[in-house]
């Protein structure tokens, strides 16, 4: 089944919604996203590590972040200009790769679940599903306390199950990883996609793709503003600006 015109554009607009919402505005370089505020308030960052307070397992984590951010601001040695990138910068690059990490897997999830290749469905329907009541209502004692009410630790025990057959969506994310998830996060991005009007993308084969084009337009958009100010493009950028979602009949 094709998706229908209004489908496909309610998709636009959700998912350059949810990207806004989870790593900010791609044209205002200064707004902050969800997942910034993430990382802030489980790192503490705003203290040296050793004045923290952390427990032990997420002092580690917030070292491994910093020593890859480390390790990405040397291999910038001897560049220099107002365009070199900042450990700011790589922070939000984890933050980005973090967020299209979720948005990718749960849209994956959802055409599976769509196809009947994913059952049951967990995704569909979210904390509503079928699978997550009983899940909820059998595993008592390990919901109790847990923010998520148990539906976090269900969903990634799905993925890890798919991650045996599919390991570039759903197995490590490398460093992404370090990017706390929280409930409110995970729940913003479950109910958008289950939104109503989007039904008809989930049964058509080029939704993947379309994502894909919907995420990066507004980094695109905010490239193209630069360079017709007479800008430059870094690099790391040129991804953003040359890769295109092709439709079937190109």
Not at 97 to 120: D, F, I, K, W
Not at 127 to 154: I, N, P, T
Not at 194 to 202: I, V
Request: glycine fraction near 6%; include cysteine.
């Amino acid at each position: 089944m094709t998706m229908l015109a209004d489908a496909k554009s309610h998709l636009s607009t959700t998912i350059r919604t949810l990207r806004t919402y989870l790593i900010g505005d791609a044209a205002r370089p200064e707004s902050k996203g969800a997942l910034q505020d993430a990382v802030e308030s489980t790192y503490r960052l705003s203290a040296a590590a050793r004045y923290a307070g952390l427990d032990e397992a997420t002092k580690v984590r917030r070292g491994r972040l910093e020593a890859w951010i480390d390790e990405q601001l040397r291999t910038q040695a001897g560049q220099s200009g107002p365009r070199v990138r900042t450990r700011e910068d790589f922070r939000r690059e984890v933050e980005k790769q973090a967020a299209y990490t979720l948005l990718n897997r749960l849209v994956v999830l959802r055409l599976m679940e769509a196809a009947g290749l994913s059952q049951p469905a967990v995704l569909t329907s979210g904390w509503e599903s079928r699978a997550y009541k009983d899940y909820r209502g059998l595993a008592q004692a390990l919901v109790r306390g847990d923010e998520s009410e148990g539906y976090a630790f269900l969903l990634q025990m799905v993925f890890e199950e798919l991650a045996l057959e599919l390991p570039g969506i759903f197995g490590s994310a490398g460093i992404a990883d370090l990017v706390p998830i929280s409930t409110a996060n995970l729940r913003r991005v479950v109910e958008a996609l289950d939104d109503p009007r989007l039904t008809s993308c989930w049964t058509d084969d080029m939704t993947l793709g379309w994502v894909y084009q919907y995420w990066n337009d507004p980094e695109r958009e905010s490239l193209d503003a630069m360079l017709n100010a007479g800008g430059k493009l870094q690099a790391h950028e040129i991804a953003s600006k040359t890769q295109m979602f092709t439709e079937r009949y190109m």
